[in-house]
């Protein structure tokens, strides 16, 4: 069975300090995975996936299969960085639907 | 173009009334999903279709109808309303199968009393 797993449910820290999202894994094949992000009053948008290898506003994000991780990475948060990212897994069953993880809520504090 | 757009924004219902969610979008996607989302948890897919004229169930379909006679609308269909309905309902779509991006609506806000 997937399953997505994001042990936290809110992280804050310091503007300038380093962030790192935890999204764990299962799948029995060779996951696709993708971080989504909501800002406040904004609609949910993609982020970032494995398969474009990117990075997007400074973040970034590894897969390891060894791991079954796939955690998402910024350097120096910025206050702008404050939202609700949510990691997801794309299976071709179910029409390529994502399924999310409950997500983590970021607050970067001046 | 307007991308992605729900209506209602909110609505409550009272249990056993029954109402649609509409979506609709101006890309021209082929692939197009409803989730909900309940206080705390990640989305999950209710109903999904590929193109228009194919729906299929997602994870939690019960209690749920859908259609697609265009490519354009994909309407979610509540019957007999339950408070287990109450929940935030986004429609989503994207342009073809692959792991391309999906484009989400703004989401309709359902209470169900």
């Known amino acids: 069975a997937q399953r997505v797993t994001q042990p936290e449910k809110l992280l804050s820290v310091f503007k300038g300090a380093p962030v790192e999202l935890k999204c764990n894994y299962s799948?029995?094949?060779?996951?696709?995975l993708f971080w989504y992000v909501q800002y406040s009053r904004q609609r949910l948008q993609l982020l970032l996936r494995?398969?474009s290898r990117e990075s997007i506003k400074g973040f970034t994000a590894d897969l390891n299969k060894g791991e079954t991780s796939f955690h998402l990475k910024k350097p120096f948060a910025q206050e702008e960085d404050s939202a609700m990212y949510y990691c997801?897994?794309?299976?071709?069953?179910?029409?390529?639907?994502?399924?999310f993880g409950k997500g983590t809520s970021l607050l970067v504090t001046p | 173009n307007a991308g992605v757009t729900q209506t209602p924004k909110f609505r409550i219902l009272k249990i056993g009334q029954s109402m649609t969610l509409q979506c609709a979008q101006d890309?021209?996607?082929?692939?197009m999903y409803w989730y909900r989302q309940d206080p705390g948890m990640g989305l999950k897919l209710i109903y999904y279709?590929?193109?228009?004229?194919?729906?299929d169930k997602g994870e939690v379909p019960n209690g749920y109808n859908v259609s697609r006679s265009t490519t354009e609308d994909f309407p979610l269909r509540l019957e007999l309303a339950a408070p287990s309905q109450t929940s935030v309902y986004f429609c989503?779509?994207?342009?073809?199968?692959?792991?391309?991006?999906?484009?989400f609506g703004p989401g309709t806000r359902l209470t169900v009393t």
């Open positions: 989503a779509s994207s342009p073809s199968g692959g792991y391309g991006e999906q484009y």
């Open positions: 799948y029995s094949g060779s996951p696709e």
């Open positions: 494995h398969i």
């Open positions: 997801a897994l794309s299976h071709p069953s179910s029409g390529y639907a994502l399924n």
């Open positions: 890309m021209n996607h082929n692939y």
């Open positions: 279709s590929v193109g228009a004229g194919i729906t």
